[in-house]
């Protein structure tokens, strides 16, 4: 070293370095212990409390997607007439991004946003950790429950979550209905026909004529990739289609129900029938690759959120005519085909109120909701591109005329069925997601990737606290 | 070896200051005091951002703590960890860590070395080619992963684009079990070969041209002056590069992210990727901290070979 | 002396010996390397050309099959995406990128306060286990971000820092500040005790003498030093992914990376971005050319 001589010692830098190493464990220790939160969702009021008359921003979390600009649009053309002084902000983040956000702002205790846009299972996880607020009360006193079909109002609200197809009338809310959705079947007119295929083996032989006729075409186009929740709801589609079941919720039994032996059908169906008709590379697909794939003419028939389907229809991004009528005369939108049951994916979001916004814009977010909810509210959702939940709504002119897979949309909400709506969801649909897209991609035989999917899922749903190890 | 022209990093100066002039005690202590001011806020600003974090972290393994679920955290001691140590999970993670550092390091330290050496023997334009050949090694991982992602889609990637018209088979460069960790290493490789080259370069133009002279004198062969020669000087430096490499790829977690968030299946899921799934899609704190420690524990391990070679270069 | 691309590449003892007797046709063998290096640049090129191109191509250009190299309809529409929201405005992708600037300025602005003085105090004094506190100094900076990331989630939720540039700031200057030390300490070696001890008999005391004498000659090395933290900062994804989620706060990695997996992908747009992302980067590293070796090895290389 350069002057040993000149300075003798220098421990003081280390010895600082012990002192607050101790004063920090101390720390450590001390806001661990203090994170005691008894975590139960926090009751929103009956009535709706007075309202601000400084300028407000009220913000929406999403993701990135087209109904993100129509929803804050909207609310700033619509709701701005009845509440000048506030703005409204659609707030977005990537999809594969969407559940982190959220629950990290969750867990901080501390949101950017007043509305959470919650997709339905999530609704288990923010209730047990009290992220958002218990909406039981406003609800009864605000809202006209009977205009909506019971499940649909309970698929984005209730907890616990709702028996398919049915309300709890007894059970608490917690989200009102946004944007509705469901899978829609996207098919070429031209090369299959104008009669779209009606159950699923039809729509698999179509597929495969019309893929072996035309050249360059692939049959099939759907959701594989192992983010979000694609390839998950493709399986879960199919699985309902086929007569299976994804759990048993009131026993919590998922091994020996999803891989029961109509569930071994639909992943067979899934892997040896469906797979083979999509284009080589297609097992990472989701939304937006399906989309450019119907774009580009490369499918006869391809599976896509109803809500994502709007941008087929734009003439710049498609090869398939140079104006919405041209691509109208070649796409044909359907409800999915049935088999040994008519189930289809519940898809959508509902309106959730962060337990931890200000009180001022709590208020505006329930007195946004309650505005949202009337019919000619909602009838004008419709018109701007949204989806409805409403039952007035969605049968109104308004509705229907919007899109050609508005029709299909109405045709399709007493079919719907949705995934698990528990805590745990997040760890249910990666091992879902994970597992299916290994068996679509060859990386695992599809009996062993149903079997891992019951396997794992029974065991998170099985270890609640108190061991090590939890999340592997 | 003898090296005549050491490849030190340390200034020869200081060795003339080894007699510095005899100093008063005052001055002793203003030393002192100067030292502990100039040193203590970098110091304070690591133990709260780097170590306080840690050793929250390291509390936090022994528990069954969730961030999000709330509620006191209740030791488990050592099940964490076990279960950690004993997850198949983990342990397909672990392997599938190491195929891509191996392989990746290993793909980039050969062709880094080669563009290296080819680069050294040219006489002109060097400047140039070195700059451009940099680039990659300056883009952000983003932008790398998700220009990638587009350049490898089976369906309107150039890559199999270009294969298509020299007649040859699509490949599904990122929805295979073996093509996607090899586009994995592929695209790790495009973007850190730059960093290899450039300290395997500034190794070989450091190599004294006289050595070179004098072994063809002897008529020494190519391969053997390669061999005696270039290589053993060349060497040490090159393997801090690859062990600096080797640190940075066991780290690695955007690529995979952005590239094939761990598809197909779980089939390109690091050991980086795994950690996050558990700390934030489960919210399993407790897990994902034990986990992460005994990643540090590893990266220290490594950072502790680096730094023992880093000092045997500097002392030769 | 660090090594500079422009000295590897000229000054150095470079090999063009002309030995005797090549076994095989000099000539012949040096047209192959001059191939084989031709190859290997097109190669690791081909990725960057082929964004600018698609940065510059129509829409249904970029998905056209096969591949268009050339004769496309050049646009720079995507160019003016980056920066012009579709209804007119500010896109959120340019607000992204002026966050970035703010974030990688002042960590990097940080990181040289806290790093510089740092560095001139280890160079110059015997300070008790060195060796050890520079170790445990550089080891800080190769923590992995995933898992440095959980625990400093859990500490800025305590404090509010969530979703906050000062959050990123401070995340981000921590992980310079071991890059700085270590780079600067190497400069500081460089220059001799000498000068500041000669200040010193000149009346001067250390503190002045650094600021006065050492400090200038430094300056160049700082700058090299900064540039380097500032890339880092600019670049970094990781917790900018998992700390950050408003518009506001967001920085540019997280907005590119968002461009993809909405309902369509605009490729175009994404290159685009990527190039406007990558400029300032390529800028500076051209800048600091004559230290990149120090750079990109924390400092640890300088030959």
């Not at chain 2, 990643?295 to 070679?309: A, E, F, G, N």
């Not at chain 3, 509010?160 to 995340?171: E, F």
Request: glycine letters at 8%.
């Amino acid at each position: 070293m350069r002057y040993p001589k000149r300075i003798g010692r220098l421990s003081v830098p280390r010895r600082k370095v012990q002192l607050a190493t101790a004063a920090m464990l101390l720390a450590t220790t001390m806001a661990a212990c203090g994170q005691d939160d008894g975590a139960s969702a926090p009751k929103a009021p009956a009535a709706i409390p007075e309202l601000t008359k400084d300028p407000l921003t009220l913000s929406f979390i999403w993701f990135e997607w087209p109904p993100a600009q129509a929803l804050e649009a909207f609310a700033n053309a619509e709701y701005k007439k009845e509440r000048p002084n506030v703005t409204v902000k659609v707030k977005t983040v990537p999809n594969a991004n969407w559940h982190d956000a959220m629950f990290t702002q969750f867990a901080a205790h501390k949101t950017d946003f007043d509305i959470a846009i919650l997709d339905s299972q999530h609704i288990g996880e923010a209730v047990t950790n009290g992220n958002i607020l218990d909406l039981t009360d406003f609800v009864k006193k605000n809202i006209d429950v009977k205009a909506y079909n019971p499940y649909l109002l309970a698929a984005y609200g209730q907890f616990p979550q709702a028996e398919t197809g049915k309300r709890d009338e007894n059970a608490s809310l917690y989200g009102l209905p946004l944007l509705g959705d469901t899978w829609t079947m996207i098919y070429r007119k031209d090369l299959i026909g104008d009669k779209p295929p009606q159950t699923w083996d039809e729509m698999i032989s179509a597929a495969e004529k019309c893929q072996s006729e035309n050249p360059g075409v692939s049959g099939l186009a759907f959701h594989q990739a192992n983010g979000s929740d694609a390839a998950a709801v493709t399986y879960n589609t199919v699985n309902g289609v086929y007569g299976g079941n994804l759990w048993d919720a009131k026993s919590r039994k998922i091994e020996g129900v999803l891989n029961d032996a109509a569930g071994q059908e639909a992943m067979d169906v899934l892997v040896n029938k469906m797979k083979p008709l999509t284009a080589k590379g297609s097992g990472n697909w989701f939304i937006d690759e399906v989309n450019a794939a119907v774009a580009q003419g490369k499918a006869c028939i391809a599976f896509n959120w109803i809500a994502a389907s709007g941008g087929l229809l734009d003439p710049k991004e498609s090869t398939l005519g140079a104006t919405r009528e041209e691509i109208l005369g070649k796409l044909g939108f359907a409800t999915l085909p049935t088999q040994k049951t008519n189930l289809v994916p519940l898809g959508g979001m509902g309106m959730h109120v962060s337990a931890y916004s200000a009180e001022a814009n709590q208020a505006e977010a329930l007195n946004f909701m309650k505005w949202f909810e009337q019919a000619d509210v909602q009838k004008k959702w419709a018109a701007a591109g949204g989806v409805p939940s409403r039952t007035d709504a969605l049968q109104s002119p308004e509705f229907l005329n919007a899109g050609p897979f508005n029709k299909v949309y109405a045709d399709s909400v007493p079919r719907m069925r949705d995934m698990w709506n528990v805590p745990e969801y997040a760890r249910l649909v990666d091992i879902e997601n994970t597992n299916v897209n290994a068996a679509l991609n060859g990386a695992k035989k599809p009996k062993d990737a149903l079997d891992d999917i019951a396997k794992e899922q029974q065991r998170v749903l099985d270890s609640s606290g108190g061991k090590g190890g939890g999340g592997l | 070896m003898s090296d005549p022209v050491p490849l030190t990093t340390d200034h020869p100066g200081q060795v003339a200051s080894a007699t510095p002039p005899a100093p008063g005690g005052s001055r002793r202590l203003s030393d002192r005091w100067l030292a502990v001011a100039f040193i203590s806020p970098a110091l304070l600003l690591l133990l709260a951002m780097s170590v306080f974090p840690l050793l929250w972290a390291l509390y936090l393994s022994f528990t069954d703590y969730s961030a999000t679920r709330g509620g006191a955290a209740h030791f488990v001691w050592f099940e964490n960890y076990t279960a950690i140590l004993t997850s198949a999970q983990v342990h397909l993670r672990a392997l599938t860590t190491l195929i891509y550092v191996v392989g990746a390091v290993v793909l980039q330290t050969v062709l880094g070395f080669t563009i290296a050496y080819l680069i050294s023997r040219r006489t002109h334009g060097r400047g140039l080619l070195t700059t451009l050949f940099l680039v990659p090694m300056m883009l952000s991982p983003v932008v790398v992963g998700l220009f990638w992602r587009f350049m490898l889609d089976a369906q309107f990637g150039v890559i199999n684009s270009m294969l298509g018209s020299l007649g040859l088979e699509q490949v599904e460069w990122l929805t295979r079990q073996r093509t996607a960790l090899f586009s994995l290493i592929v695209v790790d490789t495009w973007q850190w070969t730059p960093f290899i080259m450039l300290i395997a370069l500034a190794g070989l133009t450091a190599v004294p041209k006289y050595l070179y002279e004098a072994a063809s004198i002897d008529r020494a062969s190519e391969w053997f002056r390669f061999r005696t020669i270039t290589l053993p000087l060349v060497w040490p430096l090159l393997l801090i590069a690859v062990l600096f490499r080797a640190i940075e790829a066991f780290r690695l977690f955007d690529l995979v992210y952005i590239l094939t968030s761990g598809g197909p299946g779980v089939s390109t899921e690091t050991l980086s990727f795994h950690v996050y799934k558990v700390a934030f899609l489960g919210f399993n704190t407790g897990t994902a901290s034990a986990y992460g420690i005994l990643m540090v524990l590893i990266v220290i391990v490594l950072t502790q070979l680096y730094l023992r070679y880093l000092n045997k270069l500097k002392e030769d | 002396m660090a090594i500079s691309v422009d000295e590897a590449v000229s000054t150095g003892p470079a090999r063009d010996h002309t030995p005797p007797a090549r076994r095989f046709g000099g000539r012949g063998r040096a047209v192959l390397e001059v191939a084989l290096l031709a190859v290997l640049a097109v190669v690791m090129l081909f990725p960057v050309l082929w964004m600018i191109e698609t940065s510059i191509k129509e829409n249904r250009d970029v998905y056209a099959i096969p591949a268009k190299f050339f004769g496309f309809k050049v646009t720079l529409d995507h160019f003016k995406d980056v920066f012009v929201a579709s209804g007119g405005g500010r896109s959120a992708l340019s607000a992204a990128f002026l966050n970035s600037v703010v974030v990688a300025g002042v960590s990097t602005a940080l990181a040289t306060v806290l790093g510089v003085p740092a560095a001139w105090a280890y160079s110059r004094f015997s300070v008790k286990a060195k060796k050890d506190q520079l170790f445990f100094i550089l080891s800080t900076r190769f923590m992995p971000p995933v898992v440095v990331v959980i625990p400093i989630f859990l500490m800025y939720r305590q404090v509010g820092l969530i979703d906050n540039k000062l959050g990123l700031i401070l995340i981000y200057t921590a992980f310079n500040v071991p890059f700085t030390i270590w780079m600067m300490k190497g400069f500081v070696d460089e220059v001799p005790a000498e000068y500041e001890d000669a200040a010193m008999l000149d009346g001067y005391t250390r503190l002045q003498a650094f600021w006065r004498f050492t400090l200038p000659l430094l300056l160049p090395g700082i700058a090299a030093t900064a540039v380097f933290a500032l890339i880092f900062s600019w670049n970094e994804f990781v917790f900018a992914i998992f700390l950050t989620s408003s518009d506001s706060v967001r920085t540019a990695p997280p907005a590119i990376a968002g461009l993809i997996g909405g309902t369509t992908v605009d490729w175009g747009l994404v290159a685009a971005a990527s190039i406007v992302f990558a400029l300032p980067v390529l800028v500076f590293a051209y800048l600091v050319r004559k230290h990149l070796v120090a750079g990109v090895t924390l400092g640890a290389v300088r030959r």
